[in-house]
């Protein structure tokens, strides 16, 4: 459960700064060592960065329960802590940091005179490619970026659903975290022919749902992860392989979402969309 919770502050801690992307102390020459303090980005720049311009990546890239890209390309690059010296180590000509870095990191870094980057989090797929247009422009890199929203558009066309009404359904992450109105996850499901039930249930933008309540007021269609023992999370695997959620298949379908289609946009909503369209055919060919 602490993994679900330290994620939760991270994207509560951008949720402030929707529409915040701020470029601190410009340099417009074009960055030869990037480092990113964010993982989401981590995975913007695996498409459209030249690697050999890499020089750091989040250390939440290198997690297995946090990384949206493969481990064996993350451990390719070194990666950093939120502290100051980790960062000032690898010699950046440019930083980019999400809205929940230490006020003292990025006050460091300023002081330092290190070209800085903040972002926001993404509450659409469209600030989500306005981000990525920020970052490719930024980085001398606007081809690469086009050809990923490019890419991102065409992915989102092919899960888009037939006319009819959409599925009522929720995304019951890892220690009962839920996305609400007002995030990408829900803007994905909109896009995807489904129709995101925290709002119903009373939920906010971020929230945790217990187990019980779950079962109280179960929603037609579950979208959750599934236990993986081997990544340390116990309370969280409990949650996921708890025999009520099994007894209570007849009255919640259960679908694999895995929990790091959550995380991020970027190249992540590619695969995110093509999972949930899959899952609405799965569902419309059973019911009918």
């Given amino acids: 459960m602490r993994f679900a919770l330290l994620f939760l502050a991270f ?17 417009r020459a074009v960055p030869q060592r990037i480092v990113s303090m964010n993982p989401c980005v981590d995975a913007v720049l695996m498409e459209i960065a030249d690697p050999a311009t890499i020089a750091g990546i989040s250390h939440y890239s290198q997690d297995p329960r946090a990384t949206s890209i493969p481990l064996d390309q993350a451990r390719r690059f070194s990666a950093v802590s939120d502290e100051a010296e980790d960062i000032v180590a690898l010699r950046p000509d440019l930083v980019i940091a999400g809205s929940h870095v230490s006020i003292q990191t990025i006050a460091a870094l300023k002081r ?69 109105t007002g995030t990408l996850a829900d803007d994905l499901l ?27 007021r179960p929603p037609p269609v579950l979208l959750s992860g599934t236990a993986s023992m081997d990544l340390g999370d116990a309370d969280a695997n409990r949650m996921l392989n708890h025999p009520a959620l099994r007894m209570a298949g007849k009255r919640i379908r259960t679908a694999d979402y895995p929990a790091n289609l959550l995380h991020c946009g970027g190249p992540v909503i590619i695969r995110a969309a093509a999972r949930l369209a899959t899952i609405r055919r799965n569902v419309q060919d059973t019911t009918g």
């Fill in 112 to 180: 330092l005179g290190i070209p800085l980057m903040q972002l926001g989090v993404p509450a659409s797929v469209a600030e989500d490619k306005a981000q990525i247009s920020m970052i490719a422009a930024r980085i001398g890199r606007k081809p690469q970026g086009e050809r990923l929203n490019a890419a991102i558009a065409r992915a989102l066309a092919a899960a888009s659903p037939p006319e009819g009404k959409p599925i009522s359904a929720m995304i019951w992450q890892s220690s009962g975290l839920v996305p609400g």
């Fill in 11 to 27: 994207v509560l801690a951008g949720c402030g700064s929707r529409g915040t992307n701020r470029i601190v102390q410009q340099d």
């Fill in 190 to 216: 909109t896009r995807t022919g489904f129709s995101n039930e925290s709002a119903r249930m009373g939920l906010h933008q971020w929230d945790i749902l217990p187990l019980e309540d779950l079962l109280t």
